[in-house]
């Protein structure tokens, strides 16, 4: 193999995805979506979330110190898309039909359609850039999952089958598990909203 100097990408490395859920002063969730989401050791397992611009998201998680991170499927993937699309500055964006509930031990909001949901304390923030990029590391208070996927005589292969979790990498695309395409970031979100502008805080991700 020959390999060659290309400029800073994480093109080819596939990232799982999340609608992280935050409340607004209001006490009415905003969700947004994420992929820049991996996982960090406390005394058991946390979360580290890298988040690159001012967002309302953002402003809700330094509020509150608590969010909700929920697994993007294909079911859900058109609202995710939308939620990663429209910016949460904006008053209509959350005027969408939305399935919310609260989480079960912190005051979150849940994205019922998500058979994957963890409920987050930041315990530590580390700035990262100028802008407001920073990294989120959080303690995972409460995990939720779909009662289906928590049969212990599934197979790994039927668990992944039947989550059908979403992924992205190289050149704004979303990829199911199995690698069929399943469009373009902004795209799908016009089966939300046909008129959705991309939002500012969503440009560049
Ligand atoms: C596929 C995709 C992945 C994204 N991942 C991130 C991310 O990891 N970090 C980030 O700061 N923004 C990310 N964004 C942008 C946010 O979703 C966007 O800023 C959105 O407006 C956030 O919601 P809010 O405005 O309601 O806070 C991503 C957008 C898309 C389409």
Same mark, same amino acid.
């Given at each position: 193999?020959?390999?060659?100097?290309?400029?800073?990408?994480?093109?080819?490395?596939?990232? %799982?995805?999340?609608?992280?859920?935050?409340?607004?002063?209001?006490?009415?969730?905003?969700?947004?979506?994420?992929? /820049?989401?991996?996982?960090? /050791?406390?005394?058991?397992?946390?979360?580290?979330?890298?988040?690159?611009?001012?967002?309302?998201?953002?402003?809700?998680?330094?509020?509150?110190?608590?969010?909700?991170?929920?697994?993007?499927?294909?079911?859900?993937?058109?609202?995710?898309?939308?939620?990663?699309? &429209?910016?949460?500055?904006?008053?209509?964006?959350?005027?969408? &039909?939305?399935?919310?509930?609260?989480?079960?031990?912190?005051?979150?909001?849940?994205?019922?359609?998500?058979?994957?949901?963890?409920?987050?304390?930041?315990?530590?923030?580390?700035?990262?850039?100028?802008?407001?990029?920073?990294?989120?590391?959080?303690?995972?208070?409460? %995990?939720?999952?779909?009662?289906?996927? %928590?049969?212990?005589?599934?197979?790994?292969?039927?668990?992944?089958?039947?989550?059908? &979790?979403?992924? %992205?990498?190289?050149?704004?695309?979303?990829?199911? /598990?199995?690698?069929?395409?399943?469009?373009?970031?902004?795209?799908?979100?016009?089966?939300?909203?046909?008129?959705?502008?991309?939002? &500012?805080?969503?440009?560049?991700?």
């Amino acid at each position: 193999m020959k390999k060659v100097s290309v400029p800073a990408t994480n093109d080819l490395c596939p990232q %799982t995805l999340f609608v992280y859920g935050s409340m607004n002063e209001n006490g009415m969730p905003d969700f947004g979506l994420f992929c /820049w989401f991996s996982y960090c /050791w406390f005394d058991q397992l946390g979360v580290m979330c890298a988040i690159g611009a001012p967002k309302r998201t953002l402003d809700n998680i330094r509020r509150n110190r608590v969010f909700s991170a929920n697994l993007v499927v294909e079911d859900n993937l058109p609202l995710a898309d939308y939620f990663g699309t &429209a910016d949460g500055r904006d008053e209509d964006k959350m005027n969408v &039909a939305v399935e919310w509930e609260r989480g079960a031990v912190l005051p979150v909001p849940i994205l019922c359609s998500s058979p994957l949901s963890f409920e987050l304390e930041v315990d530590r923030e580390i700035s990262t850039g100028e802008r407001d990029e920073t990294v989120l590391l959080c303690r995972i208070r409460n %995990t939720l999952k779909d009662e289906r996927l %928590t049969n212990a005589s599934m197979s790994s292969e039927a668990i992944l089958q039947a989550t059908a &979790a979403v992924r %992205t990498c190289v050149n704004c695309d979303y990829w199911s /598990w199995d690698g069929r395409h399943l469009g373009r970031w902004h795209e799908r979100a016009k089966e939300i909203k046909p008129a959705v502008e991309t939002g &500012a805080a969503a440009q560049g991700h």
